[in-house]
């Protein structure tokens, strides 16, 4: 029977951490803004918006979503984001995926100001991330999240065989970028490994990251007795219930510690999203957060 990494838990530490820091700002008339844009009307991305709004409110960051019709020029959407680069109210903002099949998602990155770019997808920080640089820079939050998860719950990374499933921009390569850097060895899976050597891998896997979008993906015989199993997916079935990439009803069993879907990287992507905010807020206004502030 695997430990249960319970993610609503680890993201309710994280924001009353994020909260404190918030006060801390508050001293120095420091108000955190996150901007929020919205392209269409994906439902999904909806939920989300729904659940970052609520969680910046609770912890005293100022949150607003601009929402715009899918049929909008790309050009509007850079337009304002530049507006929002030149706000001093704004710290951060992030253009909630998927967009419209009509926009351009590298042109948007490369819209945000490196120093506003709370999702870490400014190639500026991406470069840092990958040559791994010291000092602060915005990450990706889900990844991010993850490695909260992972040290939250004392699993150890130097030394280990890490497999991640998945390369995308989002996750998967920031996830590989973030779990080399602790000294794991990574593997980095997607469509074109074969199955073969995706079972293989994964089989020696000491921990495991999951996130392709494709429902129950992995099986028990894809994990070894004892292995950290991470499920980033979210997958909604035709009934409504959401299951991750993993098929946790199998591995469960099997695994030392795995998240469950809903209620394990989820929340946390919320969370490490507000631990962003208030740094980026921190750093335009030259204020030094005691090292190690989120300790969890
Ligand atoms: N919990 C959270 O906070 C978050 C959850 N998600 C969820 O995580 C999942 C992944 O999201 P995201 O990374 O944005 O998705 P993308 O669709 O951008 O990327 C999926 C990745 O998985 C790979 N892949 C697809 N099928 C397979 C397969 N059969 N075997 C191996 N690799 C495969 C793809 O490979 P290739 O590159 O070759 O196409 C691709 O690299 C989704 O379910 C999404 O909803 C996403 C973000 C946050
Ligand atoms: N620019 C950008 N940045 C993102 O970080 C980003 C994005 N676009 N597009 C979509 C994905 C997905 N994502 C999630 C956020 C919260 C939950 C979440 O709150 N999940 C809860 C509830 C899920 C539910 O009930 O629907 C849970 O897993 O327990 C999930 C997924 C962020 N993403």
Not at 77 to 95: F, H, Q, S
Not at 127 to 141: I, Q
Not at 181 to 202: F, G, I, M
Not at 241 to 265: M, N
């Amino acid at each position: 029977m695997a430990e249960l990494i319970d993610g609503r838990l680890i993201a309710k530490e994280l924001r009353a951490a994020v909260k404190a820091q918030v006060e801390v700002l508050q001293g120095y008339n420091v108000v955190p803004g996150l901007a929020v844009i919205l392209v269409g009307d994906d439902p999904a991305s909806e939920i989300y918006v729904r659940n970052k709004g609520r969680a910046a409110e609770k912890v005293g960051v100022a949150a607003q979503t601009i929402r715009y019709a899918a049929d909008l020029s790309e050009a509007e959407v850079i337009a304002k984001i530049a507006e929002l680069n030149a706000d001093p109210a704004i710290d951060a903002i992030l253009v909630q995926s998927p967009l419209p099949e009509h926009m351009n998602e590298q042109h948007i990155q490369e819209a945000i100001s490196p120093e506003k770019d709370v999702d870490g997808f400014h190639p500026e920080n991406v470069g840092k991330l990958f040559a791994n640089r010291h000092g602060f820079f915005p990450v990706a939050n889900t990844p991010r999240g993850v490695m909260t998860m992972l040290h939250h719950e004392h699993v150890e990374l130097a030394g280990k065989n890490a497999v991640v499933v998945g390369r995308s921009v989002l996750v998967g390569t920031p996830m590989f970028a973030l779990l080399q850097r602790e000294n794991a060895t990574v593997s980095l899976l997607h469509k074109y490994t074969p199955d073969a050597l995706r079972h293989q891998l994964l089989r020696q896997a000491d921990i495991i990251v999951v996130a392709t979008g494709v429902p129950e993906l992995i099986k028990a015989e894809d994990v070894q007795p004892g292995a950290v199993v991470i499920d980033v997916g979210i997958n909604r079935m035709e009934d409504g219930h959401l299951v991750g990439d993993v098929d946790f009803a199998a591995v469960e069993p099997i695994a030392g510690k795995i998240t469950p879907v809903p209620g394990g990287v989820g929340p946390m992507t919320i969370a490490t999203l507000l631990e962003t905010t208030v740094e980026l807020a921190a750093q335009h206004h030259d204020v030094t957060l005691e090292a190690g502030w989120q300790n969890i």
